[in-house]
């Protein structure tokens, strides 16, 4: 095989702890004492000493709140190397927080700094207009977190303007958690918009702060956990 056909796939320098290496694979820089936690069986290659410990304290004491099916199941990975991660050919998105607070969906969680704050949270508010609960992990604090997206995702500034955010429950990935939050009931039809008919459920968000959305209104959770 010729070398030079295959050298463009080839990694750069790290320039970050996490970034994109494509549009579906997240690349971290593991050092000591840097641990990560990442979604169990997400690791797709690594470079270096990383090693892996499944189902770990952390996780267990809240495996209880993960019944619902919304949670997501995490490695502790420690060691120094580069370490690869993916999901099914998910979309990777990579942010950087900075003393921030980010609720984010289980299952678009694919990797976070372990020594970020987190634990499972139910949105207030929501049982009353979808007619069922909505489990979230809220991760907060200064670090590193990679979500997965169903498709090229859009970041709404919410600060940008008066006006506010509505987005479908269901294509809703992540958002900050200082932004005020309210649900609202409307009439759609299927010729307009999204799939099937009658009442459609939306959430507002107002205030600084943004809203991860996914092209993709299929509540199926297709980015599960692999053992």
Aim: proline share 4%; with cysteine; net charge neutral.
């Amino acid at each position: 095989m010729h070398q030079q056909s295959i050298s463009g796939y080839a990694p750069t320098a790290p320039a970050a702890r996490m970034e994109n290496h494509g549009a579906s694979m997240l690349r971290v820089a593991m050092q000591s004492g840097q641990d990560l936690f990442a979604r169990t069986g997400s690791m797709v290659a690594y470079e270096g000493f990383v090693q892996y410990e499944p189902n770990p304290p952390a996780v267990r004491q809240m495996a209880s709140q993960w019944l619902t099916g919304e949670g997501a199941p995490l490695m502790r990975c420690h060691g120094d190397g580069l370490l690869y991660l993916a999901d099914y050919g998910a979309d990777v998105v990579v942010l950087n927080l900075n003393e921030d607070s980010l609720s984010v969906n289980g299952s678009n969680i694919l990797a976070f700094d372990a020594h970020l704050s987190w634990g499972v949270q139910r949105v207030k508010g929501m049982a009353k207009f979808s007619g069922q609960g909505l489990f979230n992990v809220a991760i907060q604090g200064t670090g590193w977190v990679a979500l997965t997206t169903r498709g090229t995702p859009v970041v709404v500034d919410c600060g940008r303007g008066a006006d506010e955010t509505y987005v479908d429950p269901d294509a809703l990935v992540a958002w900050s958690t200082h932004l005020k939050m309210k649900g609202k009931r409307s009439f759609k039809a299927s010729s307009m918009i999204g799939r099937g008919s009658g009442e459609a459920y939306q959430m507002g968000f107002s205030g600084q702060g943004f809203v991860v959305v996914q092209p993709s209104e299929d509540s199926t959770d297709r980015l599960r956990a692999r053992g």
